[in-house]
């Protein structure tokens, strides 16, 4: 079955293996006339990159983007724009010897169960650097939402532990550029440290690291999301949960939600001059599936890096117990460089609902058509 | 848009409002030959009545299904299966009131602003009473799974803070008879009393309460998902998060995974005889968004139920500030009667995944057709 | 695999077999604001009865629909519109007979490969009873088209050899008041006569004939379809062929298209005022698989009704050859019940693809939603 | 809206302009296991190039093929094949006049009405050269399909009136060698001969011609194919008329079936031995939507190019009538290069539904499982 496809009406679709000759994305449904070059793209990869980080593999790659088609005369055409990043850097005489056994937590068995057979090589087509495709195809979707006035933005709230203070207070009081220019990824200079020292403390440990994401969603118009299967929290959802290593999601108090009362649960309706606001976001912007006009929140749970320098137990291809270290490249933690991605997937399912919702009543179509 | 139906191949289409004149599902794609008739739906059906439990909305309705199509001689013919349970319960005039303004935690304000109007009746498309769709077919996905020795079994594990001893126990260690017959759907008659103690507290406050339920699946093949955006996880989490109510998901440790270190997060493998097993079962049964052949566990995080009796402050739809209460039939928790809702989401999606799978090898596909 | 389901935005699932409890659609993705009641869906369905004419079956059903959801207060709510018809004059006995053998032109034989066995009254799922749900489908479509100006019509064009004379004159010279109301559904009246004496000299041979149907759609904006493999004609030739019968589709010249020069098959432009037309529309209003402005203009070509009284070979399911003659009630010609199902077909996937062009530019996007 | 991807399950995405970095495909759901390489594509490219054939464009492109992903060991991996065509032979200053006017029979005018601008250097989007992704992908399902020894088999019918003697004789009295190496793709050498003299006529007069490819499956299992909208043969007229320049579609005697009558178009069954056949096959190979085990044949009917080097009427972007005479690299006829297309999205489409059908039955899904 395929399964290398995301959203219905602007619909990804990537492609590529870590140790193959590239990564790449389709983004088909673009919509036409939105002003697009190779820098809009390559800005949103670069914040996935390794970078300088001690917290991150020491794979370094250019990661350099090139654009195939779709663009005219600097605009989208509305047909697919084919993305292309070359890998340059690999080294799979590092992985040679993790042919024969499977890792612990990686998906090394489970594709061996399902294909008869893997590319092993760096994860293969499991490895992160599939998301650079979904980063790709996010940059374009974050460009048409700021068109909208619409903004994303992701951070870390938590790596280990160590939490970001207040993590539902507004956005505003969070210090984003901070986020975007520490190795954590937090919008909090003080835990970022300590988060830092934790990791460190990791390392020395030759173990790994896992963490909290949080991504916003700022004014986002009522209405988007459609009631039954396709609510705008479900396919958030399965998009957060497409993303490797997450292993939990929540919209607003999400997990709180459950062990509260409905009394304090339930956000009031109040007029602000002609409009209606909530007093409280517990809902985190969704009712019944379709936002509410507040700020859209949500939450991605990412668990430890698999690979860690510490002798493990597993079993060989062979059927015999043994027991294995693992060599390569590997970020101690992996949720710092997971920022974009978690927004570029909110990004580009948030954009393809707002696409769904533009056929929901006759009068506006009346209103398009005639 | 288009969004009441769910699955690629064994697909479901729900249909239905609460005070309409019914509810209903059309199962296209279920394999041919399956032996199926109205009592194997029934007993799903009656599974999620309120029956006589004091915590369940007072609204009594037979919800007896009839099947109209795709069965022949007592047996699936592959074309699809129409079923349909009519309402005869309606009290509209309950909702009349309603009409005019925004109940808080409820769809009603996101209806009006999508569509510019709203069956105000009951909620009603928003209605608990949708998943009578899911559960008739998920009555029929279960079957067909137990063909394939796959079982699927859901429980409360809390309702607000009462939690069962040990949620990570082995199903074997708990009640899932006394969680039938009692109605907290809790596997462990102690904590259901206690739990059943909170919600008649709640109810003298006229508030309500949320809660978890967990869901397990036994013996399903390692190699069912697929890598990337179709991952088994990631499908799991979109069909959880469309349940109304549900605000978080996750598989395995989940939550508890984003704080631990991959040295205690990675699952062993094993021999075991001639087989490849785990030594624990973090994960959830699920690596790189495929199966592992161990247990499938994962949890739905369900809010309180927003219909409270205690005033609430709100707006009507003349954009004026307001102070409601709230009359008609309402459940002060609905997690006892969702069980069977994730029971039967699960196995839709666990199934429509085992089915793609079939065409993931040319070996197969080759003994299949040579 | 599940393949009752037809449509993108506006999606449409059909249920039901001939001789089972009844027959119905589920229609997803419909608009919220349309009025719609049951007479609007009867209107449709009653002009694919067979009516006295004596050249259709003689089963008389009423084919009554239930709307069962997805309207309130008269209009519809954007949510799935369910709707039943119930079989009521189903003569099972006619049938088990056939239930032994495979008749020839029939999908007895395919049915038994592909699922094992079949339900072999009256054809089960593939009898023609199964375009009831389309026809319903179509009444709400075409409904929605004309809020949009936009009017489909469809017509016998020719049964045997016997053709309307200038097939590709102006749809204002046809008499589509005479196609509605004689037993033919030609639109001249002179060509409706001989036709209904080449099928009663046909069925006086115990034979039965085929025929085309035309299909026009008038005041459809420029623009419509996807450039690639969601053209417009494509869609259309998937829709037309997925009716029972058809066995060749054309769009404009079609088939004398290709042996045409470059030069008599060219539409030139030319300026009309201050719009762009065609000179000619060889075309058949698209181009490139979008719709250009002018009158689309289809065909399908329909094959003899299979079901014929004289004596036919074939093989029973023991694998003998055996001497047939088939009884029950059979329509010696299909075409002229099947006018108002091509007419479905087409105003279905002509609104699905107009509400897919709503996402096609980021200036009209920026216009709906700021 | 998207529309570049096709398939279900074998799903294949193609981008890519004429004028553009180059033009490629994602081919996403190929099972695991097969052996392939670049030398399997290229093969099936350059018989879609031009060649040195004076009937086809002097545009000169190597079209040489890379395999970017989804191919580890020499074999596939079940993870999406990333195929890339650079195009090398670009010279956009031919198309700049066009930049301003709409050509007769082509796309430009649509598209500007749709997306509101074009990339028009040779087509952009809507160009012949968009096939090679089609192509590069119905390399693979071919192969894919001879594994269960099913043959696509496409050649030329017929240029304008010219068409090969007995179309509807059994592919062995064919001569397909002589069709692959003529400049016709007639499979028969005298009439190819007179097809090229009338190429030549119309070259002289500055014309262009349309014609008829057939394509014939041999040995397509009985059972392939959904009996109500996703017919096999609904499904290729679909895959047909996507491909630019097609107007009409046919399965077996299609048209011909419409003047017929239902004793001389019904195939009578017959045992051969132990196993059923049909006596005649005026059905083209399917019942019901659904294959029977004889031999598929299907026919698309292309117009004649619309470029051609007369002058011609239209209109320009200002809005006046102008005459205009086009310049550039054409084919007089493009049929011939398209049997590969017709052959490739045949192979795509049986394929597709081949897989599809693998879940028809309970008994055959608990054989592959258990």
Redesign the interface.
């Known amino acids: 079955?395929?399964?290398?496809?995301?959203?219905?009406?602007?619909?990804i679709?990537?492609?590529?293996?870590s140790h193959?000759?590239?990564?790449?994305v389709?983004v088909?449904?673009c919509?036409?006339?939105?002003a697009l070059n190779e820098t809009d793209i390559q800005t949103f990869l670069d914040r996935r990159k390794p970078g300088d980080s001690r917290y991150a593999t020491q794979r370094k790659e250019a990661d350099s983007v090139?654009?195939?088609?779709?663009i005219?005369?600097g605009?989208?055409?509305?047909?697919?724009?084919?993305m292309?990043v070359r890998n340059t850097a690999q080294r799979s005489s590092d992985y040679s010897e993790i042919a024969s056994y499977?890792r612990?937590?990686?998906?090394d068995?489970?594709?061996d169960?399902?294909?008869?057979?893997?590319?092993y090589r760096g994860g293969?087509?499991?490895s992160g650097r599939?998301t650079i495709g979904r980063v790709a195809a996010g940059a374009i979707a974050s460009k048409?939402l700021a068109?909208?006035?619409i903004t994303v933005t992701a951070y870390t709230q938590?790596i280990?532990?160590i939490e970001i203070p207040d993590a539902n207070c507004p956005l505003s009081q969070l210090d984003i550029e901070e986020a975007r220019n520490n190795p954590t990824g937090m919008p909090n200079q003080e835990t970022s440290l300590r988060a830092e020292a934790y990791l460190q403390e990791?390392m020395a440990?030759m173990?790994?690291?896992?963490?909290?994401i949080a991504c916003r969603v700022a004014n986002l118009?009522?209405?988007?999301?459609?009631?039954?299967?396709?609510?705008l929290?479900?396919?958030?959802?399965?998009?957060?949960?497409?993303i490797?290593a997450v292993?939990?999601?929540?919209?607003?108090?999400?997990?709180q939600?459950?062990?509260?009362?409905?009394?304090t649960?339930?956000?009031?309706?109040?007029?602000d001059g002609?409009s209606?606001t909530k007093?409280t976001n517990?809902?985190?912007g969704?009712?019944?599936?379709?936002?509410?006009?507040s700020e859209l929140l949500l939450r991605a749970?990412?668990?430890?890096?698999?690979?860690?320098f510490?002798t493990?137990?597993?079993?060989n291809r062979a059927?015999?117990?043994i027991v294995i270290q693992i060599k390569g490249r590997h970020d101690p933690v992996i949720v710092p460089r997971a920022v974009v991605v978690v927004e570029s997937m909110t990004a580009i399912t948030v954009l393809d609902m707002?696409?769904?919702?533009?056929?929901?009543?006759?009068?506006?179509?009346?209103q398009?058509?005639?």
């Open positions: 079955m395929s399964g290398s496809t995301f959203g219905n009406i602007f619909k679709t990537t492609w590529g293996e193959g000759a590239g990564i790449g389709v088909d449904g919509p036409a006339g939105l090139e654009i195939l088609s779709g005219f005369e605009k989208t055409t509305g047909t697919p724009i084919s292309l499977y612990p937590g990686h998906a068995y489970t594709f169960q399902k294909y008869g057979f893997r590319d293969g087509r499991s599939e048409l068109m909208l006035d938590a280990g532990d990791c440990r173990d790994s690291a896992g963490g909290i118009p009522a209405g988007i999301g459609e009631p039954v299967f396709e609510k929290d479900a396919n958030l959802a399965k998009a957060i949960l497409s490797g292993k939990a999601f929540e919209i607003g108090d999400g997990i939600a459950a062990s509260a009362n409905g009394s649960n339930n956000d009031s309706f109040r007029m002609s209606i007093v517990h809902a985190g969704v009712l019944g599936g379709i936002s509410d006009g749970y990412f668990k430890p890096t698999p690979s860690i510490q493990q137990e597993t079993v059927g015999e117990n707002l696409l769904q919702n533009m056929t929901a009543r006759i009068d506006k179509i009346k398009f058509y005639l």
